[in-house]
């Protein structure tokens, strides 16, 4: 069974509508209720940048920080994670200039990225933002992927930025009419080779994914059946170094349409997530809304079970109001199924009720106008 990761203490300053907030944790999962608007999903997010990336909401960091406070804002936690006890801290400070990063620190020491965290947890989540996921562009699809494949590949997200600063820098010398040979082959160039490694490891996802969910059993969620198409489809079983000369090639070749596009036309980041409900065997976007819930929250219940298996250790799971559209039941079955992970899971919901058959497993707070209430357990 894969070890456990866990939060000891979250504290916040002058995060979203928190001028300060402190919880005190003890392992279990974390049950926060509360009516709407009262800063239930803020608290999610704030353990959400406890990991690599912008955190659930993808939220542009300055609107971060509470409204009228002098500075940024910061995020402490306590957590026992994949290298032991650890002290982590995040945030931005007060900057005169428009550029605006993210810095953190881990035990006293400032980190050269936000990737180190990933050395000491993963942090999953499902929020109800996600629910048109199967609907919605491909754009958030692809997002979506890559958000999968960074919890076990850490350098995913530095190709993902490096290629799209390369192709930004490609379209904008095609829109200019600068068809320089030696500058264009040069981008072209990195951009094979980071398309490609791009390509490959979402490729590798999603294998790993079917072999999991083909031996995973009954579950009372459906089983996602999960395909790329858009790239080099049905190529990705040649070796690298093949891929990358035909995807120059393409690159080469395409430049007069690319620039009268205006934009890229070929490469990774047109690929799109396909997803089908194996049982019914229905593309998800045209099974009920009840149905898609059902196939994310076995799709990402799923990568967890993935990241424990390949790490040893339970990611934290982030659930914004995940009980609020199932039955009894399959809430009950999802409990179960969260806690037999071995980590620990943040949830949040307005009735208290509807996680009663969390019991014991659980601390519960209530939240209420900026503030957080330790309840007893159910």
């Not at 953190?104 to 020491?109: C, E, F, K, Q, S």
């Not at 070929?266 to 898609?292: F, N």
Request: charged share 25%; hydrophobic share 40%.
């Amino acid at each position: 069974m894969a070890q456990k990761t866990s939060l000891s203490r979250l504290k916040l300053t002058d995060f979203r509508n928190y001028a300060h907030a402190a919880l005190a944790l003890d392992g279990r999962h974390v049950v926060l209720t509360g009516e709407n608007g009262a800063g239930k999903t803020n608290l999610l997010e704030a353990v959400s940048f406890l990991s690599p990336g912008r955190g659930l909401r993808r939220a542009v960091l300055a609107d971060v920080t509470r409204v009228g406070a002098p500075g940024g804002f910061t995020i402490f936690a306590d957590l026992d994670g994949m290298e032991g006890e650890v002290a982590v801290g995040t945030g931005i400070e007060p900057n005169e200039s428009e550029t605006v990063s993210r810095k953190l620190r881990i035990n006293g020491t400032p980190a050269k990225s936000t990737e180190e965290i990933s050395d000491h947890l993963s942090v999953l989540w499902l929020t109800p933002a996600m629910d048109g996921l199967f609907t919605g562009p491909s754009a958030d699809r692809r997002r979506f992927l890559d958000r999968l494949v960074l919890s076990l590949d850490h350098g995913h997200g530095r190709r993902a930025g490096d290629f799209e600063r390369a192709m930004r820098s490609r379209n904008r010398l095609l829109s200019e009419g600068r068809f320089d040979p030696a500058w264009l082959s040069a981008i072209e160039a990195q951009m094979a080779g980071l398309g490609i490694a791009m390509a490959a490891a979402r490729h590798e996802m999603l294998g790993l994914l079917r072999r999991l969910s083909a031996g995973s059993g009954d579950t009372p969620f459906p089983t996602p059946v999960l395909a790329l198409e858009g790239f080099l489809d049905g190529a990705m079983d040649r070796p690298a170094a093949d891929l990358e000369e035909e995807y120059l090639e393409m690159l080469r070749t395409s430049r007069g349409r690319d620039a009268s596009a205006g934009r890229t036309l070929d490469g990774p980041h047109r690929s799109d997530l396909l997803v089908r409900h194996r049982e019914k065997d229905m593309d998800a976007a045209r099974c009920s809304t009840g149905e898609q819930k059902a196939l994310l929250i076995g799709l990402v219940l799923a990568h967890a079970r993935l990241t424990a298996d390949m790490t040893g250790y339970a990611p934290i799971l982030l659930l914004d109001e995940i009980a609020a559209h199932l039955d009894e039941g399959r809430r009950a079955a999802l409990f179960d199924l969260v806690h037999g992970l071995g980590g620990q899971a943040f949830m949040t919901g307005t009735d208290r009720h509807m996680f009663s058959a969390l019991a014991d497993r659980a601390q519960f707070f209530t939240v209420a106008h900026g503030g957080i209430t330790a309840e007893p357990s159910a």
